[in-house]
């Protein structure tokens, strides 16, 4: 099935995946969903310990204009371009059919979904540079 790896440093690009160890290897390891992110069309699968410190920063997600006013995990009003995750380590993007449950070829549309949020020099550093205003901030303190 074709879907759409973006990795840590790299523009995104078209990858062959066929199943679940697949997407565990393109990750580095066990899967969460993070559907949230293009409202699963397409679904995006990161390394469930993302997070933990093994990998190095990947992608800040950032507010689209449909997420403003939107209530945030603590409470508060989503604003327009505000940095929403930061996700570590490779993640792939692979289309989702809501009505099977399953997953499926990735469309062209998705694609440019995808490329429109991930790919270019501002995104692709986008991560590093919002783990360094968090310690920066949290420094000034």
């Known amino acids: 099935m074709k879907a759409i790896l973006v990795p840590v440093g790299n523009d995104p690009r078209i990858v062959e995946v066929e199943g679940y ?5 393109y990750v580095g390891g066990n899967i969460d969903a993070a559907g949230w992110i293009f409202d699963n069309s397409p679904a ?3 390394n469930d310990e993302g997070k ?5 920063p990947n992608r800040a997600v950032y507010a689209r204009p449909e997420d403003e006013g939107k209530m ?17 380590g490779d993640f ?3 289309g989702f059919d809501p009505e099977t449950g ?7 549309e998705e694609i440019a979904r995808v490329r429109d949020a991930f ?8 991560g590093v540079m919002e783990v360094m205003a968090i310690r920066f901030a949290g420094a000034r303190r």
């Open 44 to 46: 995006v699968y990161v």
């Open 21 to 25: 160890k697949d997407i565990q290897r």
């Open 72 to 88: 945030t995990w603590d409470g508060g009003t989503v604003r327009k371009g505000q940095c929403l995750d930061i996700i570590f």
């Open 119 to 126: 790919a270019g020099p501002g995104s692709i550093d986008s």
């Open 92 to 94: 792939i993007c692979i």
């Open 102 to 108: 399953e997953d499926r070829d990735v469309s062209e």
């Open 52 to 56: 933990l410190g093994r990998f190095q």
